[in-house]
């Protein structure tokens, strides 16, 4: 039995050369693959601030639509994102069309990734009837 050890040694030995190609392989890889996770952790932040701007479209609308003020309009849109932009259009009859426009910037800023990607304009608009 000892014999087949030391025969096994011995085979192995003639593949030393090579042993360090997948350790350099391997340190290829891992900077591609941990820009392509960083990516997609970037990607998953801007759909998620998108969600984010169509709802406060709608609950920007919703205060529009029951003649609510200008600030209570935007206050509604901002409790449920910071930072967002909302443009209101509203008749004064009820029935009127009240039309809001939301407009967000996302930043990129996801290491290695954010300096790649510019930041992105997101809009949404709602469009609605006036309550009261």
């Not at 290829?28 to 709802?55: A, S």
């Not at 919703?62 to 003020?69: C, F, K, L, Q």
Request: no cysteine; glycine share 10%.
């Amino acid at each position: 039995m000892a014999s087949r050890l030391r025969a096994g040694r011995g085979a192995r030995a003639g593949a030393h050369p090579e042993s360090g190609q997948t350790t350099a392989e391997l340190a290829l890889l891992v900077p591609v693959f941990v820009f392509f996770v960083l990516l997609l952790v970037q990607i998953g932040l801007v759909v998620r601030d998108h969600v984010l701007v169509v709802n406060a479209a709608r609950e920007a609308a919703r205060e529009a639509a029951v003649d609510a003020g200008h600030g209570r309009v935007e206050g509604a849109a901002r409790d449920v994102l910071g930072g967002v932009d909302v443009d209101v259009d509203r008749g004064s009859r009820v029935g009127d069309r009240v039309v809001v426009v939301a407009r967000y910037a996302s930043p990129t800023d996801v290491p290695l990734v954010g300096g790649v990607l510019p930041d992105v304009d997101l809009r949404a608009r709602v469009v609605t009837r006036r309550e009261r």
